[in-house]
């Protein structure tokens, strides 16, 4: 295979990555804070659609974004209300946001851009743009440095950059500040927290609302960045997905990264392999789409290391005599 | 800071329990004055004064469920108190939430540890008490401050060592350091030594001596009468919720605090007749078992049980005992050994190790009935079942016979006496007495071989332990095999007809309970013994991968 | 804790009054959304209503939707009784059509009634697998179920595509489906017996839900088996101490769960379409944890709860004809906030319920005194 085959492999990497880091570093904030979410997926198509619909009619992509950003914010709250105020099973309201979210931007959809639950094509400005970054053009004709530069690092749409970003961002919080260090205490013990004075509702609502933030950013990168407008479900799983590599990244920011471009390149190998063979060997496309499902349940199995989630997830704490 | 002799000999001219309100304020670190706190019905705390003074250690005892706890939650600020008033060097505060309690410069190190397993000891010290938003600043200076509070209160940890690694001892430790680390003048410690060997307990109490004598003020939480009177300088006697009395620990015994906890003479002996053993019904041959966690609990332990007697295991909470128990009832796989039932080895391995020990006649009353024996939502005949539930006696093939089981239950309600007297009432609501009573029937009835019993009264109330111990007797008397673990010594005094010590994973000693003393008993607990030397500590730990 | 003195509620308040409540909080919520968009929520709801109910073509396609509703409401709720959250019934519904499929085409000259039993095992025995690996995971290698079955759901649609675009699908035809069950071989549906139910797609499967109905009760709550079930659900410690072998509890519950949610694969593959086709499941394997919670894991109230699914699906189809602009999605909607209010939420009327029925009765209050100084006492 040539360079530019791979590179244009990897590129695709990069993009379609994205949205499974942002998602996956949601589930971070709020699993890591002892509340399991298993509503990425609804949180995401909520602002997908919430995102798209604002961009199409205001042509503004940042009320767009910031709509989407709201949108997830909100329906964070709710599962915020149900799982942490209200003490209900966080699976459940994992689920019912999913469906709620599925359900509603459809229906809103038909009743609003009468598409068949599309949002109408979004102009040039109602979309993000790819951003070329500096030199690159004058370096794509330096051999392997300047193309990996170009046609790699360049040329994306600004989430892929916010959420490769938000990588060492999110190591930073949690591993040097202090509100990190207690996020991390309240998803292992939160009893302790509570005895050292600190509140847990609230350090369990603020995760759960960055989880809405960067589920906001993950579900505008489907129709405002990667696409030009909502089409129904468009998330297709990738909220599940983001879960997979969150529990295969072991909850932690940096191999979250890495697993989130693994799955990304698994995509993307995928996309390029539409009736293609390998090596010889005719791969189904559909056994690469189930790869990372499987992986993750033979991590979980403890057949390649181990998988074991902060202690107090899925739990409502309540203060016990 | 005054000095605490000076405060005793104050305390010491008045009558006890009316400490001085003359008293300059400032020589009280505490004073709690009317503090009422309600569950629901349950009055856990009945108009409480206490004044603790400043440099002194202060034992506030009492039975389970007399209200130290609560009341000390109050003055953590864990709970509000429904009225009442608390001082703190003589200033009346409305201590809302624990940050406001330790401001004040009072902490808490709970009987359950408040930490972050997979933290280190540093980042446990700091969690809560962070200087700024950064966390590297806070964390240099809780490490320059730590090697200070080790040196100065002789409290050696090391600051990068991970929680769930280090000891329970040390644990403890961590415990005081955050205490300490955020100030604290006066020092709560909620059931210390629970989960200490006696040497742990010792080293505690030689660093809240130095701690006192540092001027800092301790306020000791236990219902363990040895430890008031090793380590306290004054006392106070909690009785159902009510400050009973406050007395001056050197004018005192534990006979007279004995007698002010419990509020009547407590006579601890069971009558019964001199055990008459017969054949070796349960034989025990070089035990060795894991935890949850694979540290190995007990040790290449092996005893025997013979028809006709009661043989008690005695020892400090956590030495192996409830592994010991829940292995040989087949609960918990064991790493090497043989357990063996009139001579025919038990196959306990499987999850379902228990239902073939059943099978075999060997009938298990658990420790943790709530959490173990029984399921607290299932109505009373459902628990009544509860393991035997394949019995023929319960129906034909896989279908339940219900209005056989519900009738066999009302029977042994009749018979054991217990209270409400109604089958199909929900399990949770019987009493910690009646709920073992079901236990308790469930598996006597059964007729088995042996019976193994863990902490057979605990949580149990007077009038029911009487009744329970005469049934483990009558069990004994009816030529059965009956080992019982506890840690509550007069219990296996009074009960065993033999008594086996064990301490760290090993049987260290054997005793006869009419001969031995408490002190020979406690000896052996503590792992001090000339009889046949435990294995080495180091040694018994080579073997742990 | 101002909870510690509420009493539980009485039993029917539990299991009638409370759901009832949530329903109509869903339904006043999605109405509201109705309001919103300018719509009359009142002339949406009878729509709804004549959609399911109105005559027996309605009935019958209600039922048909409910048959669905019944197994996964039922494979949610076996498996909560063993403290299980079987969130994967859509996956083993799905991958069931391959065992319905494999068993129906082979023998389609043969009489329907022999055919059925056999598609029956076929598609529980798919379906048990399918529920009987994450079981096995959970019980032997600790991995969570919840997570598990996520994962199955979508390894199991990745698994149909490839079966029948590239197994299934017989040459000649453009449309990812496998070939027809031959016409003598088919089931014939109720409305062929029952007039009313004429050009429905309710069938012989609505049956055979109803006596795995009556079987999931006798299960639960006769069986020496359903004993130690619910024992483990309650308290897995005390089926230890007990001596039931959770491991073994845990994987066939989770077999018989699967098992029947594979009986949405007969209903859809042998009693309407004659064929494997894609995406026949349509969720009906996340209704059943909205049936399951609102019927409260009781068969009595899985068959009402399916009832009514059933109803707002097939009145939700009819709905979009009635007023235009209104969209069967609504009923998703409705759906998700019942699972919502039911499932995560209980803690909404649950406590006010309870002040309420204190203060109606004082021996209630005295109960509660009691029941909670026994509780503190011990």
């Known amino acids: ?321 | 800071m005054t000095d605490p002799v000076q405060n005793g000999d104050n305390l010491q001219q008045r009558p006890q329990g009316a400490v001085a309100s003359s008293a300059a304020a400032s020589d009280l670190a505490i004073e709690l004055i009317g503090i009422n706190k309600r569950f629901g019905a349950v009055h856990a705390n009945k108009d409480i004064d206490l004044k603790v003074r400043r440099g002194t250690v202060h034992g506030i005892v009492g039975e389970n469920g007399a209200g130290k706890s609560t009341l000390m939650s109050i003055l953590y600020g864990f709970y509000t108190a429904d009225s009442g008033e608390i001082r703190v060097g003589g200033t009346p505060h409305a201590i809302t939430d624990s940050r406001h309690a330790l401001a004040l410069g009072i902490g808490m190190v709970h009987q359950h540890f408040m930490l972050v397993d997979n933290f280190s000891i540093l980042e446990n010290v700091v969690l809560g008490a962070e200087d700024s938003a950064m966390l590297g600043p806070s964390l240099d200076r809780a490490r320059k401050e730590l090697t200070r509070l080790e040196k100065e209160y002789n409290l050696e940890v090391d600051p990068d060592a991970i929680i769930e690694d280090v000891s329970v001892g040390t644990q403890q430790r961590v415990e005081i350091l955050k205490a300490l680390y955020r100030g604290a003048d006066v020092l709560i410690l909620d059931e210390p030594t629970g989960v200490l060997t006696p040497a742990e307990a010792d080293d505690l109490f030689r660093v809240l001596r130095v701690l006192r004598d540092q001027g800092k003020t301790i306020i000791l939480i236990t219902h363990k009468l040895r430890e008031i009177m090793a380590i306290t300088d004054y006392v106070s006697v909690m009785r159902q919720g009510a400050m009973v009395d406050t007395l001056k620990t050197s004018e005192t015994n534990p006979e007279q605090l004995a007698e002010l906890m419990v509020g009547r003479r407590v006579l601890l002996r069971v009558h019964k007749t001199p055990a008459r053993p017969g054949d070796t019904f349960l034989s025990v041959e070089n035990l060795v078992v894991k935890d949850d966690l694979g540290v190995t609990r007990v040790k290449d332990v092996s005893f025997t049980v013979r028809a006709g007697e009661i043989v008690g295991i005695a020892g400090v909470a956590g030495n192996g005992q409830s592994e010991l128990l829940e292995s040989i009832s087949g609960m918990r796989d064991q790493s090497s050994g043989t357990v063996r039932l009139k001579g025919t080895p038990l196959s306990l391995e499987g999850d379902d190790g228990a239902h073939r020990a059943r099978k075999a006649g060997l009938a298990h009353v658990p420790e943790d009935r709530q959490r173990m024996g029984l399921i607290t939502g299932f109505e009373e005949w459902e628990n009544a079942m509860l393991g035997y539930e394949d019995d023929p006696a319960y129906g034909k093939g896989v279908i339940l016979d219900i209005p056989a089981a519900q009738a066999q239950a009302r029977e042994r309600i009749k018979k054991f006496d217990i209270r409400p007297a109604n089958e199909r009432l929900k399990t949770a609501l019987f009493s910690g007495g009646n709920q073992q009573k079901i236990v308790l029937a469930r598996e006597m009835e059964r007729n088995p071989d042996v019976l193994i019993v863990g902490q057979p009264t605990r949580g149990v109330d007077i009038g029911a332990i009487e009744f329970i111990h005469n049934q483990i007797i009558k069990m004994r008397d009816a030529g059965k095999a009956i080992l019982v673990v506890s840690v509550e010594l007069d219990e296996i005094r009074s009960l065993a007809d033999r008594i086996l010590v064990m301490f760290d994973g090993h049987i260290v000693g054997e005793a006869d309970p009419a001969t031995a003393t408490e002190r020979e008993l406690g000896l052996m607990m503590a792992g001090v013994t000339d009889k046949k030397a435990p294995p080495a500590r180091e040694a018994a730990e080579g073997k742990m991968p | 804790m101002s909870s510690a003195l509420l009493k539980p509620l009485p039993r029917w308040a539990d299991v009638v009054l409370l759901p009832l409540l949530n329903l109509a909080l869903a339904f006043v919520v999605s109405g509201l959304v109705v309001l919103a968009i300018g719509q009359d929520p009142l002339a949406a709801l009878n729509a709804i209503v004549t959609g399911a109910f109105g005559n027996g073509y309605n009935i019958g396609y209600t039922l048909y939707y409910s048959t669905n509703f019944m197994f996964t409401g039922l494979a949610v709720a076996v498996a909560a009784h063993a403290g299980l959250f079987n969130i994967g019934g859509n996956g083993q519904a799905y991958i069931a059509g391959l065992g319905v499929i494999a068993v129906a085409l082979p023998l389609q000259f043969l009489p329907w009634w022999i055919t059925f039993p056999i598609a029956i095992v076929a598609g529980a025995a798919v379906g048990g697998l399918w529920g009987f690996i994450p079981g096995w995971l959970q019980a032997k290698r600790g991995s969570h179920v919840v997570i598990t079955t996520i994962m199955f759901n979508f390894i199991a649609a990745a698994i149909m595509v490839y079966m029948v675009v590239n197994v299934l699908k017989p040459a000649g035809i453009l449309a990812p489906e496998s070939a027809m069950i031959a016409p003598e071989g088919r089931m014939p549906k109720l409305g062929a017996f029952i007039p009313w139910f004429k050009n429905t797609d309710v069938n012989f499967t609505l049956i055979l839900a109803l006596i795995c109905l009556v079987g999931a009760y006798f299960l639960i709550w006769h069986t020496r088996f359903g004993f130690a079930m619910r024992a483990l659900g309650q308290n897995p410690t005390a089926t230890r101490y007990a001596g039931m072998s959770n491991s073994r509890i845990i994987m066939i519950v989770m077999t018989m769960s699967g098992a029947l949610a594979g009986m949405v694969a007969v209903n859809q593959v042998f009693g309407v379409q004659y064929r494997l086709v894609l995406d026949y499941v349509a969720d009906a394997g996340f209704v059943g944890i909205a049936v399951a919670l609102m019927g409260r894991n009781h068969p009595v109230g899985i068959l009402l709860a399916a009832i009514l699914f059933g109803a707002l699906y097939q009145g939700g189809n009819e709905l979009q004809y009635v007023i235009p602009g209104l969209s069967k999605e609504m009923v998703v909607v409705i759906q998700a906030l019942v699972i919502l209010f039911t499932g995560a939420m209980e803690g909404l009327f649950r406590p006010g319920l309870q002040r309420i029925f204190m203060a109606l009765s004082p021996r209630q209050k005295a109960g509660a005194i009691e029941a909670n100084s026994v509780k503190s006492g011990g």
């Open chain 1, 1 to 321: 295979m040539d360079l530019g085959i791979i590179l244009s492999t990897l590129d695709a990497t990069l993009r379609l990555s994205t949205p499974l880091l942002l998602a996956c570093l949601a589930g971070l904030y709020s699993e890591r804070a002892g509340v399991f979410d298993i509503g990425l997926e609804g949180k995401m198509l909520a602002s997908a659609f919430a995102a798209a619909a604002v961009a199409a009619v205001t042509a503004n992509v940042w009320l767009g974004l910031l709509a989407g950003v709201a949108v997830s914010i909100t329906t964070a709250s709710l599962q915020g209300a149900a799982a942490i105020t209200l003490r209900g099973n966080q699976l459940i309201a994992g689920v019912a946001i999913n469906m709620l979210a599925a359900g509603l931007t459809t229906f809103l959809g038909i009743q609003w851009f009468g598409q068949g639950g599309r949002t109408p094509q979004l102009t040039t400005d109602g979309r993000f743009q790819n951003i070329t970054l500096p030199f690159a053009n004058e370096l794509s004709g330096v051999p392997v440095i300047g193309q990996i530069y170009s046609e790699l690092i360049s040329g994306h749409n600004i989430l892929v950059y916010v959420a490769f970003l938000a990588v060492p961002i999110t190591w930073w919080v949690l591993y040097r500040t202090r509100f990190g260090l207690r996020l991390r205490a309240v998803g292992e013990n939160p009893k302790a927290v509570d005895t050292a004075g600190i509140s847990v509702t609230k350090l369990r609502y603020q995760a759960v609302l960055i989880t809405g933030l960067l589920c906001g950013l993950a579900g505008a990168f489907f129709s405002i960045a990667q696409g030009s407008g909502f089409g129904n479900n468009m998330t297709a799983g990738k909220g599940f997905i983001a879960l997979a590599a969150l529990i295969f990244a072991k909850w932690k920011p940096v191999p979250a990264m890495f697993t989130c471009l693994l799955f990304g390149f698994l995509d993307a190998l995928q996309i390029r392999l539409q009736g293609a063979e390998i090596f010889g060997i005719d791969v189904p496309v559909q056994a690469i789409q189930a790869l990372p499902y499987l992986l993750t349940v033979i991590l979980l199995a403890g057949f390649i290391g181990k998988a074991v989630g902060p202690k107090a997830g899925g739990v409502a704490y309540t203060k016990e005599r």
